[in-house]
Every structure is written in structure tokens, then in C-alpha cells.
């Protein structure tokens, strides 16, 4: 283009620039066909992701609410704050009864400044056994300080995590179990010169104990013949897990009186279940009528023009909102007879939208909950076989158009990087000829002028002989 700027119009007088211009302008219509093309199918794309997006939620909503698991929510609460309860799926709604009898103590140790001292004179040991009688020894040879030694116990298989205090007179080595409860329980034997030669062998402070939490069961419940029906219960933290199936409970202090922890059918979370379900149904038909609702425009001659929304002219999509709203809002077979959905929370407004009414959920409930259950898995069932035949991640029908539709834009890509090169030859080309003609006029130009002069001196000489042969006449 640079070539052509600057030889424009030199001779001719024609804006050849402007002209090559223009004629590319034409012949690029087709590539601009194919970038519109492009931009327009990325745009459908987006809306099909955005669509499948929703639908995959869809899904899990419906996943959860039809999983027979997800029904058999509960939920713990204690009669004292100073334990907690959490329950789980695989229990049942029931209650026990205990006394917190003590909490759960992790053993500390203290191994003295003057056995720390005769440690570091060299040749010392410390051996550690267990509540199983395992025992570990950790050499204090070539150990020259306080908190090398605490590194070697740390680091060591003893079970026991050890750190250097500073304290007047020198350093004490605090030991403490890395295991709490009994289990973690340790002894300690010190083994060092005590500054004369002579190898001494002591103990270390238990400055705690090592304790595991206990419980009693039923307290004050007797059997039959008269005995206790007390049970004991222990463990090496303050967390109980297994005594009753699904159901844990931590305690913090000894109580002083009874404390009654229960499970119940956690209503919160099965109302969830509905309320997400109808949720995620809307959120899917909202995203649907969205992006296929049509758009008027007037054009400056008063025509209305009607365009169809991005998904408008899509028939899978077409076909999604009405297999989704016939998921939603069929009748449910339940003991033999047609049971409709509103009567357990989920209704179908006239716009085909869905509300969910708690207060019919809630009595639905608690009046039947197998049936409850039943009706509201159903519909799930439904709905999720409707969100995977579209969403599946490799065969959904969503997923599928979205990988043609992909493929599409790679296609026009490719021929749109075509065109560029076509464009740039055709340019090239006019920019030559348009060249070639600037420098033809150029020379013909010059051959004029060469003419022109020629004549013109033939001319002169003409008249000057003519003006001789009078004057010799």
C-alpha cells in the first residue's frame, strides 16, 4: 500500500489509492460474511455453555434430591453446651443418656536442668517405653546443646515430641505425647555422667498425666437383679465416635449431671432437598425463555423486524424446556394412585415456572414421609434423566452441539486466514497495476513532450530557411 500512496495520482491525477481501497472493500464482502458467521456462532456457543451449565446443576439438585441417603438426614443437639453432637446418614433418630466423668489428658514429662547438664557432658541416653512396652533409646553422644537433644527425641520414634526451656539454673526438656489419652502414656529414663565419671540413671517429672476420656452410660439404671447398669465408656480423645451408629460427641468438661444427646430427622436439610430442586428447574427454563425470546426492532421506514434470541431457532433447546417442565410438573404413581406435585410442595405456576411452598412440603412431611420421599424422588428421577440425555459430558445433547458448533468456528477460521492471504495477493496486485499505469502514462507523457519539442524545432528551422531564401532573392 506504501508503493501505491506514493505514486497516487502523479500522472493520471486519479486518487489510485483510494480507488484500490475501495475495490478491496468489495472484494472482502465475503470474508466479512464469514467473520459475521463466526462471531454469531461463538455467541451460540456461549449460550449453549451457559445453558448446559445450568442443566449439569440441574442435575446434581435432582442427584441429591432422588439419592434414598440423602432422605435419611439428621441432626444432634445436647442438653448441656459443653458437648457437642454431630450426626450422620447412617444413624437412626434416638437419644442416650451419660455422665461425662473426665476429659481426655496428654502426658507431660519434665526431664530436670541437672539431667539435662549430665547429658551434655557426653556418653548419655534417654529411653523412652511405651503404654506398650515398646521402647526407643535416643543417644545424646555429640549433642552439644539443649535443643539439639530436644530435635534428636522429636525426631526420633519415642512418640514423643520434645522442646528446651529455658529456666533458671539452665534447661529442662519438656516432653509431651504425640498420641493423647492412655495410649499415648510414657515412661522416662535418664542415663548420663554425673560430672565424675560416673553414669546415673533417672527418671523424669510427670508434670500430666497421661488420662483417657470416659463416659458412663445410663447412670443410675439398674438390672433386674438389682445390680448397676452403668457402662463405662473410655477414649484417648474427648471425641466419641461409634457408641451409638452415626452419631459423634465431644466433651469438654466433667459434668455434673446427666447430659441426653439425640438425633432427629434434620426436616432443614430434606426441605432442601425440594427447595433446590425447584430452584435449579427455574433457573434452567429462565435461562431458556432468556435466550429465546425474540426481539423487535423498527427500521426508519416504520418496518417492525422481528429477531429470533441467540437459542431461538435451536430445537434441542426447544425440546429441553418442555421436557423439563414435563419432568417438573407430571403426576407421580404412589401405592397405586396419581400423586401431583404440588401436593408435596412442588407447584406449577401458569407461566410454567415452578414455586416451591414450604408449608405443604413441610405437612406432606409430617403427615406421610415415606410418601413425601417417594413422590419428591420421582420427580428427581425424572429430572435427572432429562439433565443427563442433555448435559452428559460426552453424549449430552448439549454437549454435542456445542462440539459441532466449535467445530464450525474452526472451520471459519481457517477460511477466514485464507481469505487474508487471497486479500493480500489481490491488493498486491492492484497496487501493481495501478503502478504499471502510472508509469505508462509517465512515459507516454515524456514521449509527448519529446514530440512536441521535435515539432516544435522543426517549426523554427522551417522559418528560418524560408526567411533566407527571400533575402537572397
Do not use: C, H
Not at 40 to 59: D, H, P
Not at 110 to 130: E, P
Amino acid at each position: 500500500m506504501a508503493g501505491t500512496q506514493s505514486i497516487s495520482g502523479l500522472v493520471s491525477g486519479l486518487d489510485t489509492t483510494s480507488i484500490i481501497n475501495q475495490l478491496m472493500q468489495l472484494e472482502s464482502q465475503p470474508q466479512q460474511a464469514l467473520k459475521t458467521k463466526q462471531t454469531a456462532t461463538q455467541s451460540l456457543i456461549t449460550a449453549l455453555q451457559s445453558l448446559n451449565t445450568k442443566v449439569s446443576s440441574l442435575g446434581d439438585a435432582a442427584t441429591a434430591a432422588a439419592t434414598a441417603s440423602s432422605w435419611q438426614a439428621l441432626t444432634a443437639s445436647s442438653t448441656d453446651s459443653s458437648v457437642q453432637a454431630t450426626a450422620s446418614s447412617s444413624g437412626s433418630p434416638t437419644s442416650i443418656t451419660f455422665a461425662v466423668n473426665q476429659t481426655a489428658q496428654t502426658q507431660v514429662s519434665l526431664v530436670s536442668t541437672t539431667s539435662v547438664a549430665d547429658l551434655l557432658l557426653g556418653n548419655g541416653s534417654l529411653t523412652f517405653t511405651g503404654a506398650n512396652n515398646a521402647t526407643t533409646t535416643v543417644s545424646t553422644n555429640g549433642l552439644t546443646s539443649a535443643d539439639a537433644i530436644a530435635q534428636a527425641i522429636t525426631g526420633s520414634a519415642a512418640g514423643v515430641t520434645a522442646v528446651a526451656v529455658q529456666v533458671n539454673g539452665g534447661y529442662q526438656l519438656q516432653l509431651t505425647a504425640k498420641t493423647s489419652g492412655a495410649a499415648g502414656g510414657f515412661q522416662t529414663s535418664v542415663t548420663a555422667d554425673d560430672g565424675t565419671g560416673t553414669m546415673v540413671t533417672s527418671g523424669a517429672i510427670t508434670a500430666q498425666a497421661a488420662r483417657d476420656a470416659q463416659i458412663t452410660l445410663w447412670p443410675g439404671a439398674t438390672n433386674p437383679d438389682g445390680t448397676s447398669a452403668a457402662t463405662t465408656v473410655t477414649s484417648g480423645t474427648n471425641t466419641f465416635t461409634g457408641v451409638v451408629p452415626g452419631l459423634t460427641f465431644t466433651v469438654s468438661q466433667p459434668t455434673t449431671s446427666n447430659v441426653t444427646v439425640s438425633t432427629s430427622r434434620d426436616d432443614s436439610a430434606l426441605t432442601k432437598l425440594g427447595s433446590n430442586l425447584v430452584g435449579q428447574l427455574n433457573l434452567v427454563l429462565g435461562e431458556i425463555t432468556s435466550q429465546t425470546t425474540s426481539s423487535t426492532t423498527t427500521s426508519s421506514d416504520g418496518t417492525t423486524n422481528l429477531t429470533p434470541g441467540v437459542l431461538g431457532n435451536e430445537s434441542d433447546v426447544l425440546f429441553l424446556q418442555n421436557a423439563v417442565s414435563d419432568a417438573g410438573a407430571g403426576a407421580v404413581t404412589y401405592d397405586g394412585q396419581l400423586v401431583s406435585p404440588s401436593s408435596v410442595g412442588i407447584v406449577v405456576n401458569s407461566d410454567g415456572t415452578f414455586t416451591f411452598d414450604q408449608t405443604a412440603f413441610a405437612a406432606s412431611l409430617q403427615s406421610d414421609p415415606a410418601k413425601t420421599q417417594a413422590v419428591v424422588s420421582a420427580i428427581a428421577q425424572r429430572v435427572q434423566s432429562v439433565a443427563t440425555t442433555y448435559s452428559d459430558p460426552t453424549q449430552g445433547l448439549l454437549t454435542s452441539n456445542i462440539t459441532q458448533q466449535q467445530s464450525t468456528v474452526q472451520d471459519l477460521g481457517n477460511q477466514i486466514s485464507d481469505w487474508d492471504v487471497r486479500l493480500a495477493l489481490r491488493q498486491q496486485s492492484l497496487e501493481q497495476q495501478y503502478s504499471a499505469m502510472e508509469t505508462a502514462l509517465s512515459q507516454m507523457q515524456s514521449q509527448a513532450s519529446y514530440l512536441t519539442s521535435v515539432l516544435g524545432s522543426l517549426g523554427t528551422t522551417s522559418s528560418s530557411s524560408s526567411s533566407s531564401s527571400s533575402k537572397s532573392s
